[in-house]
């Protein structure tokens, strides 16, 4: 069973960062997509950075140019740089993995999530 464990939340000023990290509990045969989600109070999920299996990656408007999303394949791991933070970016945030167990069908694999919190 594949688990994906976040940490790196926690509280921050306005303009100050944090760093998130999902590490995976083990291999997945196939992975198309891995990414960072987020949901705040009273708000839908909602997608912050994703990464293909290639490198290419996807940033919501309201992130782009403050947070940066990067792997290291070889360690399982997925990070989340999140510079210039804002109150609005206060969330749980989630790790995502969009991929295939071997001899099954295509799944997402969710980490319990991660608060973060950043005030004004």
């Known amino acids: 069973q594949v688990q994906l464990v976040e940490s790196g939340g926690g509280l921050v000023q306005a303009r100050g960062s944090l760093r998130l990290s999902c590490a995976r509990s083990r291999s997945i045969f196939a992975v198309y997509t891995m990414g960072w989600y987020r949901q705040a109070p009273g708000k839908q999920r909602e997608a912050v950075a994703t990464i293909t299996e290639g490198g290419s990656t996807d940033y919501a408007d309201l992130v782009k140019d403050r947070f940066t999303i990067s792997t290291d394949n070889a360690k399982n791991m997925v990070y989340l740089q999140m510079n210039n933070l804002k109150p609005e970016d206060t969330a749980v945030y989630y790790c995502?993995?969009?991929?295939?167990?071997?001899?099954?069908?295509?799944?997402?694999?969710w980490g319990q999530g991660t608060q973060v919190t950043v005030s004004s």
């Open positions: 995502n993995i969009d991929g295939r167990p071997f001899g099954r069908t295509r799944r997402d694999y």
